[in-house]
């Protein structure tokens, strides 16, 4: 249902975007986000979108760096991160709410994307 890409190795500083395509008619229904998860670590909610777009939210650790964003139209959702950190390293998903919420946790998101991996070199 969700097909991310885009990951891949950076220098700190600077910037890429993420993608994630889904299949199906009603993506313009859906509650999106994206979450990473450091080696080590718990997945962490990274940001999300309202259904049409309007409406954003992320996290305390990349707001005013990443931006994300959905093209109804395409059935993609985007991520694009600027000013990378070497703390940004960590394998990224994104995941569907099938009733069109977007929120925080992970629990309640239907399907989930196989991960990309981003990785910030300092």
């Known amino acids: 249902q969700l097909q991310a890409s885009g990951g891949g190795s950076v220098q700190a500083g600077g910037s890429l975007r993420l993608s994630c395509a889904a299949s199906?008619?009603?993506?313009?229904?859906?509650?999106l986000a994206w979450f990473r998860q450091a080696p080590g670590k718990e997945r962490e909610f990274v940001a999300a979108?309202?259904?049409?777009?309007?409406?954003?939210n992320y996290a305390d650790s990349v707001k005013g760096r990443f931006t994300m964003s959905r093209d109804n139209a395409k059935n993609t959702v985007h991520l694009q991160m600027n000013s990378l950190k070497p703390e940004d390293t960590a394998v990224y998903y994104c995941?569907?709410?099938?009733?069109?919420?977007?929120?925080?946790?992970?629990?309640?998101?239907?399907?989930w994307g196989q991960g990309t991996q981003l990785t910030v070199s300092s």
């Open positions: 995941a569907a709410d099938l009733s069109g919420s977007y929120h925080r946790t992970e629990y309640g998101y239907d399907y």
């Open positions: 979108i309202s259904r049409i777009g309007g409406t954003t």
């Open positions: 199906g008619r009603m993506f313009s229904s859906y509650g």
